[in-house]
């Protein structure tokens, strides 16, 4: 008895009832010939066996969305990973502090500080039983921002001295300065808004604002970090 097996086109002679096929990359469809010969007679068998091979593949995650935000705030954050055609592909994130949902492609983050999270992607392909997964994974950092402020109060000068006006009563006419007090906080830009009622008289980097005002008059102050 001969056993002749073949890939394709390709055959293959041999007298073994098996065959080991070792590295394979891509489903192919095998078939054995099986010859029977006595004397001068001969009588073949064929049949044929078709080897699936499950091949899944990711790459590496890419993000989008907003990355820094403010301390309260949160932002929508989306992952993608191409993966082949044939498998399906599912996600894991961590740490899951600040996060909505864990699994999913899209995730709204609302961490309290600034913090990396870590997305897996896994690409799972199944046939006949038989269940092959790759995992490819990548990070991103959500940077929050807390600026901290502090407004002590509004200190008035004589603006043609500098000489401080403690109980807050000038005469008609005199020009001062006001000027706004606040804590010095390393990283801070403040913007600081003069009004009157709500009239917007200045706004910008000074925390000073000059004004010679003709009756008693309330100024407010608004800062922002």
Avoid: M
Avoid at 23 to 37: D, H, M, R
Avoid at 93 to 117: H, K, R
């Amino acid at each position: 008895t001969t056993k002749n097996r073949k890939k394709a086109t390709e055959p293959q002679s041999e007298t073994s009832g098996t065959l080991t096929l070792d590295n394979l990359t891509e489903t192919a469809e095998y078939s054995v010939v099986v010859t029977a010969t006595i004397g001068e007679c001969t009588k073949t068998a064929t049949a044929t066996a078709t080897v699936t091979v499950l091949h899944p593949t990711v790459a590496e995650p890419t993000f989008s969305g907003t990355t820094t935000i403010c301390q309260g705030n949160s932002t929508t954050l989306t992952v993608n990973a191409v993966h082949n055609a044939e498998s399906t592909i599912s996600y894991a994130w961590t740490p899951a502090s600040g996060l909505d949902n864990t699994t999913t492609y899209t995730v709204v983050a609302s961490p309290t500080e600034t913090i990396t999270y870590t997305v897996t992607a896994t690409a799972t392909q199944s046939a006949n039983g038989v269940t092959c997964t790759a995992t490819n994974s990548n990070t991103v950092t959500v940077t929050v921002n807390n600026p901290q402020l502090t407004l002590n109060n509004i200190s008035i000068y004589n603006n043609a001295n500098n000489t401080e006006i403690t109980n807050a009563t000038i005469c008609k006419g005199t020009e001062v300065k006001l000027t706004a007090n606040t804590a010095t906080i390393e990283g801070n830009t403040n913007t600081y808004t003069w009004k009157k009622g709500t009239e917007v008289l200045q706004s910008g980097a000074s925390a000073d604002y000059v004004v010679a005002p003709e009756v008693t008059t309330t100024y407010i102050v608004e800062v922002y970090a």
